[in-house]
């Protein structure tokens, strides 16, 4: 028997939550669940999603203990693990991380270029609040961390909580290798064995194989060079949104920079950023498209169940995609050595890449933590590229510790988004006005 865990998800308003609430509730024989708790610090929000919740739990599993709350100890005590994706500012600022760069010409993502160091310089306090929670309260537990942006809030906790038991982990590679199975005819990701090195959202995988160690890379290059990691199964999901759709398709431009390997979509964003600028309406943005989509769905779908007073015919559906976090889990309470792509320090494992970079590389998951596996040597354009990714990514978290304008603008300065130091400042200084609610002051 396996023993029962105690699980809290932080963010616990967040559009995902439902979703992974019914993935939880399904797969029990992997990860059986003693008790589920949700946190969020708007209350408004985690009341709607909390209510909901406690109908999916109450009607598919009542014997899980069920709460939610915006009270630290309350959540925090009794667990062990925190499932964090909060986001700070929620979408009515990312909506500014995504705009304010575009009105300077300028890329503007969530995560990628000003608007991820701008969506950074707001999360690092906010999870480094969550992992002081954790340890006050429940010393033991692990935090497994997908608040975004990932890289930099990875290199914050490496700097701000040393000793922390977090991992920090993102879900687009495999949502990627879940389009290469696709592609190849293959039930799931699970039956290919693959290497892969980078940062967050700036990797490459540089092989991928099957169980009897056949090299199945050739055939997904070939697919490629048509249609990106447009598998058919999505391009025939009318669910898929237009932007991802242009993601997966525009790899086919984004693969030809190295045809020795296959990259992760977020290159795009640093090898075209003038093409992503010209196809962008400023004006209406993915987090625009996410508030009048998924936002508004979830939203809508928690306060019909609430008034109708039960989920039988719920249109929730098992987050899938989120699998990887329970495998995570499920890794470190029964220690089952799974082979995962973390974000962890380098320490030599890219042999020759900066020693306390934090990379993306696959490790081993037991109940002591991750085992990083060897890289070596890589080649110099993605040497390059990462050299100068990961310093934005470092200056950005230099910025928030010493109150820094001047290395917040170097960060900016240095992303390969953005043309010249005057344009940098531009948005520097807008971002600084937006944000006054959220960033630590600069001097
Ligand atoms: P969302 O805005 O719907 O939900 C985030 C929730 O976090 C909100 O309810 C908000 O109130 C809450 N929150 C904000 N600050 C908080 C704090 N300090 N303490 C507690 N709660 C706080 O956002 P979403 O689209 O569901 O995404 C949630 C997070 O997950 C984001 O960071 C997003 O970027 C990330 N994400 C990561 C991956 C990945 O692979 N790493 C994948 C998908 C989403
Ligand atoms: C992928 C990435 C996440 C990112 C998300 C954005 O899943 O790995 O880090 O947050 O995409 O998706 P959205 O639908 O919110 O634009
Ligand atoms: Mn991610």
Same mark, same amino acid.
């Given at each position: 028997?396996?023993?029962?865990?105690?699980?809290?998800?932080?963010?616990?308003?967040?559009?995902?939550?439902?979703?992974?609430?019914?993935?939880?509730?399904?797969?029990?024989?992997?990860?059986?669940?003693?008790?589920?708790?949700?946190?969020?610090?708007?209350?408004?929000?985690?009341?709607?999603?909390?209510?909901?919740?406690?109908?999916?739990?109450?009607? %598919?599993?009542?014997?899980?203990?069920?709460?939610?709350?915006?009270?630290?100890?309350?959540?925090?005590?009794?667990?062990?693990?925190?499932?964090?994706?909060?986001?700070?500012?929620?979408?009515?600022?990312?909506?500014?991380?995504?705009?304010?760069?575009?009105?300077?010409?300028?890329?503007?993502?969530?995560?990628?270029?000003?608007?991820?160091?701008?969506?950074?310089?707001?999360?690092?306090?906010?999870?480094? $609040?969550? =992992?002081?929670?954790?340890?006050?309260?429940?010393?033991?537990?692990?935090?497994?961390?997908?608040?975004?942006?990932?890289?930099?809030?990875?290199?914050?906790?490496? %700097?701000?909580?040393?000793?922390?038991?977090? =991992?920090?982990?993102?879900?687009?590679?495999?949502?990627?290798?879940?389009?290469?199975?696709?592609?190849?005819?293959?039930?799931?990701?699970?039956?290919?064995?693959?290497?892969?090195?980078?940062?967050?959202?700036?990797?490459?995988?540089?092989?991928?194989?099957?169980?009897?160690?056949?090299?199945?890379?050739?055939?997904?290059?070939?697919?490629?060079?048509?249609?990106?990691?447009?598998?058919?199964?999505?391009?025939?999901?009318?669910?898929?949104?237009?932007?991802?759709?242009?993601?997966?398709?525009?790899?086919?431009?984004?693969?030809?920079?190295?045809?020795?390997?296959?990259?992760?979509?977020?290159?795009?964003?640093?090898?075209?950023?003038?093409?992503?600028?010209?196809?962008?309406?400023?004006?209406?943005? %993915?987090?625009? $498209?996410?508030?009048?989509?998924?936002?508004?769905?979830?939203?809508?779908?928690?306060? %019909?169940?609430?008034?109708?007073?039960?989920?039988?015919?719920?249109?929730?559906?098992?987050?899938?995609?989120?699998?990887?976090?329970?495998?995570?889990?499920?890794?470190?309470?029964?220690?089952?050595?799974?082979?995962?792509?973390?974000?962890?320090?380098?320490?030599?494992?890219?042999?020759?890449?900066?020693?306390?970079?934090?990379?993306?590389?696959?490790?081993?998951?037991?109940?002591?933590?991750?085992?990083?596996?060897?890289?070596?040597? =890589?080649?110099?354009?993605?040497?390059?590229?990462?050299?100068?990714?990961?310093?934005?990514?470092?200056?950005?978290?230099?910025?928030?510790?010493?109150?820094?304008?001047?290395?917040?603008?170097?960060?900016?300065?240095?992303?390969?988004?953005?043309?010249?130091?005057?344009?940098?400042?531009?948005?520097?200084?807008?971002?600084?006005?937006?944000?006054?609610?959220?960033?630590?002051?600069?001097?």
């Amino acid at each position: 028997m396996l023993q029962k865990q105690s699980i809290l998800i932080a963010g616990g308003g967040s559009t995902f939550t439902p979703e992974i609430v019914l993935l939880l509730l399904e797969r029990q024989a992997d990860l059986p669940l003693k008790e589920l708790k949700l946190y969020d610090n708007d209350a408004k929000r985690q009341a709607i999603v909390g209510e909901a919740c406690a109908l999916l739990v109450k009607e %598919r599993a009542p014997e899980v203990m069920f709460s939610y709350t915006t009270d630290p100890k309350e959540a925090f005590s009794n667990i062990d693990f925190v499932m964090a994706h909060i986001r700070v500012g929620k979408y009515a600022m990312r909506e500014q991380d995504e705009k304010i760069p575009l009105k300077h010409g300028v890329v503007g993502q969530e995560t990628c270029g000003p608007g991820g160091i701008a969506y950074g310089m707001r999360s690092i306090g906010g999870v480094v $609040e969550l =992992i002081k929670y954790m340890e006050q309260y429940s010393p033991n537990a692990w935090m497994l961390n997908y608040s975004n942006p990932a890289a930099i809030v990875a290199e914050a906790t490496r %700097r701000l909580c040393p000793t922390s038991k977090v =991992i920090n982990i993102c879900d687009m590679p495999i949502g990627i290798e879940e389009n290469f199975a696709a592609i190849l005819g293959l039930p799931s990701r699970k039956e290919l064995d693959i290497r892969y090195y980078g940062l967050n959202h700036f990797g490459w995988w540089t092989s991928i194989r099957d169980q009897e160690g056949k090299d199945l890379m050739p055939e997904i290059q070939e697919y490629t060079k048509k249609h990106g990691y447009l598998s058919p199964q999505l391009a025939s999901d009318p669910h898929l949104d237009a932007s991802w759709r242009e993601t997966f398709e525009m790899v086919k431009d984004v693969a030809t920079l190295d045809p020795t390997t296959l990259p992760n979509t977020y290159l795009k964003y640093y090898f075209y950023p003038d093409r992503v600028v010209a196809h962008s309406n400023p004006h209406h943005t %993915r987090a625009n $498209e996410v508030m009048e989509g998924r936002e508004k769905r979830v939203f809508d779908e928690c306060q %019909r169940l609430v008034a109708q007073g039960h989920a039988k015919d719920t249109h929730f559906e098992i987050g899938a995609h989120a699998s990887y976090i329970i495998d995570l889990a499920r890794a470190i309470a029964y220690n089952t050595k799974e082979r995962m792509l973390l974000i962890v320090e380098n320490r030599g494992n890219i042999s020759n890449f900066t020693w306390d970079a934090m990379v993306e590389i696959p490790c081993l998951l037991g109940a002591n933590g991750y085992e990083p596996l060897h890289v070596g040597a =890589i080649p110099t354009f993605q040497k390059g590229l990462m050299e100068q990714q990961v310093a934005v990514e470092k200056l950005t978290v230099d910025a928030w510790i010493e109150g820094s304008y001047l290395k917040l603008w170097q960060a900016i300065t240095m992303s390969k988004t953005v043309p010249s130091a005057d344009v940098a400042k531009a948005i520097l200084d807008d971002l600084i006005t937006a944000n006054k609610e959220y960033w630590p002051a600069l001097k």
